[in-house]
């Protein structure tokens, strides 16, 4: 009884292991719980923008808690995670209301994992599939290197509506 005891206790901390592992190696896991955060702020592209063709809609922007502390200080914390939720658009009695996802992009603040880019991971979920969100090295250096246009801000575009 003790030796089964044992063994089950070394899978458990070997599968607790292996575990740990599957999650750090993620880029940025699916935040599911996303629009129960804080809503930093909203954006609405239309099709006078340039940027219509790929951002067009309606962008809503949430963050977790330690994404909040890094919009008051300018410096987030690892932990940090920010949601951009891009949605269509579509037009209802003569209002512009919210359509289908487009996209749910993630940021996650994680400084050793991430060096390479800044201490951010980033992933990009089409359609909000949470299956489909693991982006190439090559498309995590263009974000990087996009947002490190806000280095004064720490990679983030967005500031919190006050």
Same mark, same amino acid.
């Given at each position: 009884? &003790?030796?089964?005891?044992?063994?089950?206790?070394?899978?458990?901390?070997?599968? !607790?292991?292996?575990?740990?592992?599957? +999650?750090? #190696?993620?880029?940025?896991?699916?935040?599911?719980?996303?629009? =129960?955060?804080?809503?930093?702020?909203?954006?609405?592209?239309?099709? +006078?923008?340039?940027?219509?063709? =790929?951002?067009?809609?309606?962008?809503?922007?949430?963050?977790?808690? &330690?994404?909040?502390?890094?919009?008051?200080?300018?410096?987030?914390? @690892?932990?940090?995670?920010?949601?951009?939720?891009?949605?269509?658009? &579509?037009?209802?009695?003569?209002? %512009?209301?919210? !359509?289908?996802?487009?996209?749910?992009?993630?940021?996650? &603040?994680?400084?050793?994992?991430?060096?390479? %880019?800044?201490?951010?991971?980033?992933?990009?979920?089409?359609?909000?599939?949470?299956? *489909? !969100?693991?982006?190439?090295? *090559?498309? +995590?250096?263009?974000?990087?290197?996009?947002?490190?246009?806000? #280095? @004064?801000? @720490?990679?983030?575009?967005? *500031?919190?509506?006050?």
């Amino acid at each position: 009884m &003790k030796r089964n005891l044992v063994l089950l206790l070394a899978t458990a901390v070997s599968a !607790g292991g292996f575990s740990l592992l599957a +999650q750090l #190696d993620d880029a940025a896991p699916f935040p599911k719980e996303f629009r =129960t955060w804080a809503h930093v702020k909203s954006v609405l592209v239309g099709p +006078q923008s340039a940027a219509f063709a =790929t951002e067009g809609g309606i962008h809503h922007i949430y963050a977790n808690d &330690k994404a909040l502390e890094g919009y008051e200080t300018g410096k987030f914390p @690892d932990g940090s995670v920010i949601v951009y939720d891009l949605l269509e658009t &579509k037009e209802v009695a003569g209002n %512009t209301v919210e !359509g289908p996802t487009r996209r749910i992009d993630v940021m996650v &603040k994680q400084g050793e994992l991430y060096r390479a %880019t800044a201490g951010w991971g980033f992933m990009s979920f089409p359609s909000g599939n949470p299956a *489909e !969100g693991r982006l190439t090295a *090559e498309r +995590q250096a263009a974000c990087a290197a996009c947002h490190a246009k806000r #280095d @004064d801000h @720490d990679s983030v575009f967005s *500031e919190f509506r006050k």
